[in-house]
C-alpha cells in the first residue's frame, strides 16, 4: 500500500525533482516549534563551538548545507572529510585566545551564530505540548500527519494509549494464531481434568460484589520519563548564550532544512510520520539570561574553577562536552603538552578537554550541575545529525587508529546503548524495501556516502551498492532524484515498520502473565493489595491491541491457575499440587483475551488479596511456578511478572541460604556472587528461545539468593525489581516506590520478541555484551521483550588496524513487534573519528561512559574471580589510564597527580565505585543489596547508573527562583551541585541528596526555622516525625520550590526514588553518610588520600 | 612371542588418540562456527558438553594404562594435560549436566578466543603424541622382538638343535 503512495507520488515529484531548496525552509519553519529539541535538530551542536570558538574564516558557520543548491554541484554529501583541513583536529584546537572564557573568546559571527542557534530552541520549547514531560502523551499533530492513503502510523504506535483512542488492529486480525477462547465450549464446571490424579479442586472465588469497570483509565502517562526536561540551550555549546535574552527573532533556518520529515505534518508525505512524539517538546527553555555569578561562592581555600558557563542539567540530549570551564590559572600551560598536541593545534591552544588539571590542587572539579557527555570531534555536517548521546554513546569519542594505540590509552572501548528509550520525536518510514547494504546488511544511515545518485557506498563494510529507484523520490520535500535527502539517510535514529520478511512468525499480540507468590510471607508483606489495585488502575493502559492475552499464576506450596474463560460467572482457581510434573489443567483458558475477558479479570483482581489472608503455606515452590508459566507462555511467547517474597525452598530450583550475615562487613572476599544452581539460567534459556521474558519483583526482608534467582531475568532480557524490607504498614516509603514502579512498569512501552544487532566498521570487533539478554552470536542480542528502560553496554576491540579511514561507524538496530502487533525497526547509528595520537584520544574521553564500561567489567570480574580482583582492576584503570596520560602525552613532568580536564572526574567516579553497594567491603552489606545493586549496574541506561554510582548533593533551604527552570508552568529551581563530603552540608541547611532510586533530605539540627515552617510544616527541627518520606503540600513559595524540584529530578527517570526526610539522629542517616563518597571511613579512603594512593602508584 | 604389556598401551594410545584428534577437530570447528554465526550457542554447547567428559575419560584411561605399564616419561608427558583437565573441570561454571561450556557466556570474546586456542593446541599436543605412540609402539614391538631373539639365541646355545625356525622369526 504503502509502495503505491510512493509510486503515485513519485510520478508527481518527478517534476520538480531538484527544486527542494526553497520549498524547505518553510516547512522547518513550521516544525521547529512543534517538535522540541528534536534529535535531528541540533542546530547547535557544533563541535567548531564545542571545543574552541573557531576563527570565523576557517570554519564558516554553515547552517544548512550545501546541498540547497544544485545537488549536481556536491556530489559526494556524505563523504565529510573531503576536502577539508586535515581531519577534526583544527576544531580541538582553533582557538583563538588559548585561555580566555568562551564566551568572550567567540568570534562576533560565531557568538551570533551561537545565540541564534540557541534561540531555535526557545520557541520550540516554549511551544512544546503541554504536559512536556508526560510519558505517553501522543499529542501527535493529528490531522496533519494522517495521510489520506496510508494508514495512520501514529496512533498504531507502540505507546501505552487509553484504548478508546486505538481503533482495533484490525490489519492484524488474520495473525491471531490462537482461537479466542470464548469459543471453547468448555464447561465451566469442575468436569475437565486432565489428570484426575493430580488432583485439582476447584473452589470458586467469591465473585465481589459490584462491577468494576476500572473507571480509572489512567491518564496514560506518568510525567517525565525519559530525557531529562532540560534541554536548555547553554546544553548545545559550551558557548555560553551570551548574557541576555537569545535573540528569537532571527530564527536560523535549520541546519538540515529538510530533516523536516517530523515536523512538517501537512507537508509530509504519506510514506512515514513521526510517531512517538509524544514527549514533545522535551526541550525546556533554560533560563536565557542566567547569571554566571549566581550561585553561592566558593569556600575559600579552594582553587576556584569557575563556571563560567550556564549551568548545565542532568543528563540531557546533545550536552556539550566538558563544562565550560574557566581555566584554573594555575594549571600547566600548554607548552607542557607534548609537541603532537601542539602541533595540531593551530594557534598552539590546549582543547579544552586536555587543560591539564592537578588534581591534588584542585579540589572543586564538579561542574554546576551534571556533567554531560562530550562531543565527537566531528566535521560539523556529521555532527549535527550524529545520534544522540543518550541514546549511543562511546567511552572514547575519538576511536584510536589500531590496538596497540588502544593498550597504550589504557582506557576500555566500549559503547553504551539505550536503544529502546522513550524519545520524544523519532521519524518513522515506512516503505515496502528497507535499503541495507547487500553484503553487511547494514541500513542506510545519515553516514553512508553517494557516489552519484544512483549508487551509495556502505560506511560500514565499503560496498557500493545501488540506489532503489523507490528511495530515488523524498517523501519529505516531494521530489525525485535526492536520495540523500530522504529521512533515512538524514537521521542517525529512525524506525521501519518491518514489511513481512523480518517476521518468522505472525508477530505476536501482547501476552501478559502474572505469577505471585501467595505464601503466608508474601501475604504478611501486604503487596498483594497493592499490586492488584495497581493492575486494576492500569488495566486499560497495559500497551496492547485487541488481540492481548492475560494470565494469573498464583503459588505456594502448590501451584493456583486461574479459569478466566469468557462466559464463566466468575474466575475459577485450579490447584495442582504435583509440583514435581508440573502441566497445565486447562491450557485454552488460562490465559485469556483482556478485551473479552475483562470483568472476569477484574473480579479476580478485587478478589485475590483476600484469597490467601488466611494462609499459612509457608513454602514457596516458584521453581514449579516458572515452569508452568513458561508452558503457558511457550506458544506465544509474551512477559512473565514474577513476585517473590522469599527464598524458594519446594521442588525444581530449590535453594538454600547461602548467606552468613556474619560475614556482611566482611574485608574479605565476599562468596556466593555466582549463581548456585542453573536451574533458572537453562529455565531462561528455554524462555528465551520460546520468546517469553521473565521480570521479577522481589520483595523480602530475608535473604533470597538473587545471585540465582536473577539469572531467570538477565539471560531472558527481564528487569529485576528489589525491594528490601517491603512491609505494607512498617515501611511505606517501599510502598510507594513499589507503587509508582508498577505503574510505569505495567503502563510502559514495551517491544516483543525481539533481536538487537550492534554492526560496527570493519577491523572493529565486539569484545563482550553487558545487559540483560541472551547473547546468539557474535553480534546479536537475542531479547524476548525489550522495555524503555533497558541498557545495554558494549566492549569493543580493534581488530584491524583502522589507518585509512577518519571516521568509524556503529549501528545498533533492534528489531521488535510492537504491542501493536506490528514489526519495527529501530536503527541507530553513531559515528566517531579515528585519530592517531594519543593526546587526541584523552581528549575525546568520556568519563562517564568509562565509568559505566568499567563498573560492568568489574561485575563480571567480581562474578568470575572475586571481588577483590574486581576492585583492585577499577583502581588500575585508573592509575593505568593517568600514568599513560603522563608518561605519554605530558612532556614536562611536574609533581602532582595529573589528569586531563575531561578526565578529571575518574578518581572521584572509581572511587565512588569503590564505595558503592555493589563493591564495596568493610561495610556492612546484604548479599541480596550487593547482587541487585550490580544488577543495576549492568542494567541501567548510563544516565541513571551515574546517580547510583555518585548521588547528587544539593543544599535546598535556600532554593531561589533565580536561574530557575519553566517547565509547564512549573518552575524548577537550579541549586548548585555540591561535593559528597560532610564538609559540605551544614547544621544550618537542608541538603538534599539525590542517589538514583532514593533521595535523602537531610535537615541539619539548627535549619532556618523557616524551611521547617514553610516546607515541613512543622515548628522546629525536634518535631519533624521519623518516617516522614512525604513533603507536605504547603501553600508557601518555599515548599513549592522544593516540590517542584524533588518532582522534577524524579521525572526524569523512570523509576521513582522513594524520598527519606532524615534528621541527626535518624535510623537511616548512616545511609546517608554512607554516600559521602569524598570522606573517610573506616574502610575506605577518602577522597584526598586515594587521589595520593594514585599518585603513589603512578610514580613508581 | 607376545607384545609386552608396554605394547599393548602404546598401541592402544595410539588409537585413543587418533579419537581424541578427531574430538579436538571437532572443536575446533565447532567454535569457529560459533565465531562465524552459523550456530546457536545452546545447540552448540549441547553437542560439545556431552564429548567433554569422554575425551577426558579416555585420555586419563590411557594414562592409568602407562603408569601400570611403568612408562614414566611417557606418563610425566601427559600430566601435564591430565592437570589442566582437572583443573579445567574443576572450575566449570555451575552446570547440572556435565560439560564444560556455558550458552551464556561462551559468546564472551575471551572465552571463545580461548576455546579456539585450547583446541589448536589440543590437536597439536595429541597429533605430537600420536606419533610419539608410533614411535614408542614400534620401539617397544622392535624391544619385544629383540629380546625375544636374545631369549632365542640364549636358549639356542643351549640347544643347538633347533637352529632353524628362528631366524624366521626374526626377519619379521
Known amino acids: 500500500m504503502s509502495t503505491a503512495g510512493v509510486n503515485s507520488q513519485n510520478g508527481t515529484g518527478t517534476g520538480q525533482t531538484y527544486a527542494n531548496g526553497p520549498t524547505q525552509a518553510p516547512a522547518s519553519l513550521h516544525q521547529v516549534p512543534g517538535i522540541g529539541s528534536g534529535m535531528t535538530h541540533q542546530p547547535a551542536y557544533n563541535p567548531l563551538q564545542a571545543k574552541a570558538p573557531t576563527p570565523p574564516g576557517l570554519y564558516p558557520y554553515q547552517p544548512v548545507p550545501s ?31 588559548p585561555r580566555l572564557p568562551h564566551g568572550h573568546a567567540t568570534p562576533p559571527p560565531l557568538a551570533a551564530a551561537a545565540a541564534v542557534s540557541s534561540s531555535s530552541y526557545y520557541p520550540s520549547s516554549q511551544h512544546s505540548m503541554a504536559p512536556t514531560w508526560q510519558f505517553n502523551t501522543v499529542p501527535q499533530l493529528p490531522g496533519s500527519v494522517a495521510p489520506a492513503n496510508v494508514p495512520f ?21 488474520p495473525f491471531s494464531s490462537t482461537p479466542p477462547p470464548l469459543n471453547n465450549p468448555q464447561p465451566p464446571g469442575p468436569g475437565i481434568p486432565p489428570t484426575s490424579m493430580h488432583g485439582y479442586t476447584q473452589p470458586g472465588l467469591a465473585p465481589s460484589p459490584g462491577n468494576f469497570m476500572s473507571p480509572h483509565t489512567y491518564p496514560h502517562g506518568r510525567p517525565g520519563f525519559g530525557p531529562p526536561p532540560t534541554g536548555p540551550p547553554p546544553a548545545m555549546k559550551p558557548t555560553p548564550p551570551p548574557p541576555g535574552a537569545p535573540v528569537t527573532s532571527a530564527t536560523p533556518p535549520p541546519p538540515k532544512a529538510d530533516g523536516a520529515l517530523t515536523g512538517n505534518g501537512p507537508h509530509a508525505p504519506n510514506n512515514f510520520n513521526h510517531v512517538d512524539n509524544k514527549m514533545a517538546g522535551q526541550t525546556q527553555p533554560g533560563p536565557p539570561n542566567r547569571h554566571v555569578g549566581h550561585y553561592p561562592s566558593l ?10 558557563g550556564p549551568p548545565m542539567h542532568p543528563p540531557q540530549p546533545y550536552t556539550q562536552p566538558t563544562q565550560p570551564y574557566q581555566q584554573s590559572l594555575s594549571g600547566p600551560g600548554p607548552a607542557q603538552l607534548s609537541p603532537s598536541l601542539a602541533a595540531m593545534s593551530l594557534q598552539s591552544s590546549t582543547p579544552e578537554a586536555l587543560r591539564v588539571v592537578n588534581l591534588l590542587q584542585e579540589r572543586n572539579l564538579l561542574p554546576p550541575t551534571a556533567v554531560s557527555a562530550p562531543t565527537p570531534c566531528l566535521p560539523q555536517d556529521l555532527q549535527k545529525i550524529n545520534c544522540n548521546p543518550e541514546v549511543f554513546r562511546s567511552t572514547l569519542t ?34 515496502s524495501t528497507i535499503v541495507r547494504c547487500r553484503s553487511c546488511r547494514t541500513y542506510i544511515n545519515p553516514f553512508v556516502s553517494f557516489l552519484d545518485q544512483r549508487r551509495w557506498k556502505c560506511n560500514l563494510c565499503y560496498r557500493v551498492n545501488d540506489v532503489p529507484e523507490e528511495f530515488m523520490y523524498n517523501p519529505v520535500s516531494r521530489s525525485y532524484g535526492e536520495p540523500h535527502k530522504r529521512p533515512e539517510v538524514q537521521n542517525a535514529t529512525i524506525e521501519f515498520i518491518a514489511p513481512s520478511e523480518y517476521m ?33 488502575e492500569n488495566i486499560n493502559a497495559l500497551p496492547g491491541d485487541s488481540r492481548t492475552k492475560v494470565g494469573f499464576i498464583t503459588f505456594d506450596s502448590t501451584i493456583h491457575f486461574y479459569n478466566l474463560q469468557e462466559g464463566l460467572s466468575q474466575p475459577q482457581m485450579l490447584i495442582v499440587s504435583d509440583i514435581e510434573e508440573i502441566f497445565l489443567p486447562t491450557p485454552d483458558s488460562l490465559l485469556v483475551n483482556l478485551n473479552e475477558c475483562k470483568e472476569l479479570v477484574q473480579d479476580l483482581l478485587k478478589s485475590l488479596p483476600n484469597l490467601f489472608l488466611k494462609t499459612m503455606e509457608t513454602q514457596s515452590a516458584l521453581g514449579s511456578a516458572l515452569q508452568a508459566a513458561f508452558k503457558l507462555l511457550s506458544p506465544t511467547g509474551g512477559r512473565m511478572s514474577v513476585f517473590q517474597t522469599q527464598l524458594p525452598n519446594l521442588g525444581m530450583g ?39 521474558a521473565v521480570d521479577l519483583f522481589l520483595l523480602s526482608a530475608q535473604y533470597c539468593d538473587l545471585a540465582s534467582l536473577g539469572c531467570i531475568s538477565r539471560y531472558s532480557a527481564g528487569s529485576v525489581y528489589h525491594y528490601p524490607s517491603y512491609h505494607q504498614q512498617h515501611n511505606p516509603a517501599q510502598v510507594e516506590r513499589f507503587q509508582k514502579d508498577l505503574k510505569r512498569y505495567l503502563t510502559r512501552k514495551i517491544g516483543f520478541e525481539a533481536v538487537m544487532r550492534i554492526r560496527c566498521t570493519k577491523g572493529l570487533s565486539i569484545h563482550t555484551f553487558h545487559g540483560n539478554f541472551f547473547v546468539r552470536s557474535t553480534d546479536l542480542l537475542s531479547l524476548p521483550n525489550v522495555n524503555p528502560d533497558a541498557g545495554f553496554a558494549v566492549q569493543m576491540s580493534i581488530e584491524e588496524n583502522l589507518d585509512d579511514m577518519q571516521v568509524v561507524s556503529f549501528q545498533a538496530a533492534l528489531l521488535y513487534t510492537s504491542s501493536k502487533g506490528e514489526r ?52 588500575n584503570a585508573v592509575i593505568d589510564s593517568l600514568s599513560s596520560y603522563r608518561h605519554s602525552v605530558l612532556t614536562i613532568q611536574q609533581p602532582g597527580l595529573l589528569a586531563p580536564a575531561c578526565l578529571r572526574l575518574f578518581p ?83 541538603f538534599l541528596m539525590d542517589a538514583g532510586t532514593v533521595m535523602y533530605l537531610w535537615i541539619g539540627r539548627n535549619c532556618h526555622s523557616n524551611f521547617l515552617t514553610q516546607v515541613l510544616g512543622v515548628p522546629s527541627c525536634s518535631s519533624v516525625p521519623e518516617n516522614l518520606y512525604l513533603l507536605p503540600e504547603l501553600d508557601t513559595a518555599e515548599s513549592q520550590r522544593t516540590r517542584a524540584f524533588v518532582g522534577w529530578l524524579r521525572d526524569q527517570r523512570p523509576f521513582f526514588p522513594s524520598l527519606h526526610i532524615i534528621k541527626d539522629e535518624s535510623q537511616l542517616k548512616p545511609h546517608f553518610m554512607q554516600n559521602m563518597i569524598e570522606d573517610r571511613t573506616e574502610s575506605a579512603l577518602s577522597y584526598y588520600e586515594f587521589l595520593l594512593h594514585l599518585q603513589q602508584q603512578i610514580s613508581k | 612371542m607376545a607384545f609386552t604389556f608396554a605394547a599393548f598401551c602404546y598401541m592402544l594410545a595410539l588409537l585413543l588418540t587418533a579419537a581424541l584428534i578427531f574430538f579436538a577437530i571437532w572443536h575446533i570447528i565447532a567454535f569457529d562456527e560459533l565465531k562465524t554465526d552459523y550456530k546457536n550457542p545452546i545447540d552448540q554447547c549441547n553437542t560439545l558438553n556431552p564429548l567433554v567428559l569422554p575425551e577426558y575419560l579416555i585420555h586419563f584411561f590411557f594414562c592409568v594404562m602407562f603408569f601400570c605399564a611403568a612408562e614414566w616419561l611417557t606418563l610425566f608427558l601427559n600430566l601435564p594435560l591430565l592437570a589442566y583437565h582437572v583443573w579445567r573441570y574443576m572450575s566449570r561454571p555451575v552446570m547440572s549436566c556435565p560439560g564444560l561450556y556455558d550458552p551464556t557466556t561462551i559468546m564472551n570474546a575471551d572465552i571463545l578466543a580461548y576455546c579456539q586456542k585450547e583446541g589448536w593446541c589440543k590437536l597439536a599436543f595429541y597429533l605430537l603424541s600420536f606419533f610419539y605412540y608410533l614411535y614408542g609402539c614400534d620401539k617397544k614391538k622392535n624391544l619385544s622382538v629383540a629380546m625375544e631373539i636374545l631369549h632365542c639365541t640364549l636358549v639356542d646355545s643351549s640347544k643347538n638343535d633347533r637352529r632353524v625356525r628362528h631366524p624366521q622369526t626374526t626377519k619379521t
Open chain 1, 67 to 97: 546541498f540547497n543548491s544544485s545537488p549536481s554541484a556536491q556530489p559526494l554529501l556524505s563523504s565529510p572529510l573531503v576536502g577539508r583541513p586535515p581531519s577534526h583536529t583544527p576544531p580541538l584546537s582553533a582557538s583563538p585566545g
Open chain 1, 299 to 308: 569556600p575559600p581555600g579552594y582553587q576556584n574553577t569557575s563556571h563560567a
Open chain 1, 654 to 692: 530449590a535453594l538454600q541460604s547461602r548467606e552468613d550475615p556474619n560475614q556482611r562487613a566482611s574485608a574479605k572476599d565476599i562468596q556466593h556472587l555466582s549463581p548456585a544452581t542453573d536451574f533458572y539460567k537453562k529455565l531462561a534459556l528455554d524462555c528465551s528461545g520460546q520468546q517469553v
Open chain 1, 824 to 875: 519495527r525497526i529501530r536503527v541507530h547509528t553513531l559515528c566517531l573519528p579515528v585519530v592517531s595520537s594519543l593526546s587526541d584520544i584523552f581528549a575525546g574521553a568520556d568519563v562517564q561512559a568509562i565509568t559505566g564500561l568499567l563498573a560492568c567489567m568489574a561485575v563480571d570480574r567480581s562474578v568470575t574471580a572475586s571481588l577483590s580482583d574486581a576492585r583492585d582492576a577499577m583502581t
Open chain 1, 504 to 536: 518468522l512468525r505472525p508477530p505476536q499480540p501482547a501476552v501478559y502473565l502474572f505469577v505471585l507468590d501467595v505464601s503466608h510471607n508474601a501475604v504478611e508483606t501486604g503487596y498483594l493489595t497493592v499490586f492488584c489495585q495497581s493492575l486494576l
Open chain 1, 908 to 990: 572521584l567516579y572509581i572511587l565512588a565505585l569503590l564505595k558503592q553497594r555493589a563493591f564495596r567491603t568493610g561495610t556492612s552489606t546484604r548479599l541480596d543489596d550487593r547482587v541487585f545493586a550490580m544488577y543495576q549496574l549492568k542494567y541501567q541506561p548510563l544516565a541513571y547508573s551515574v546517580l547510583l554510582i555518585h548521588p547528587a548533593l544539593y543544599r535546598v533551604d535556600d532554593l531561589t527562583d533565580e536561574g530557575a527552570l519553566n517547565i509547564s508552568e512549573r518552575t524548577i529551581p537550579q541549586p548548585r551541585l555540591l561535593q559528597l563530603s560532610v564538609e559540605k552540608l551544614s547544621r544550618e541547611g537542608a
Open chain 1, 398 to 431: 575519538s576511536i584510536p587508529q589500531s590496538q596497540s594505540l588502544l593498550n597504550k590509552a589504557k582506557m576500555p572501548l566500549g559503547l553504551l546503548l539505550h536503544p529502546f528509550k522513550d524519545l520524544s520525536q523519532l521519524p518513522v518510514v515506512t516503505s
Open chain 1, 153 to 173: 502510523r501514529g496512533t498504531v504506535g507502540n505507546h501505552v494509549n487509553p484504548p478508546a483512542s486505538l481503533p482495533a488492529a484490525t490489519s492484524s486480525a
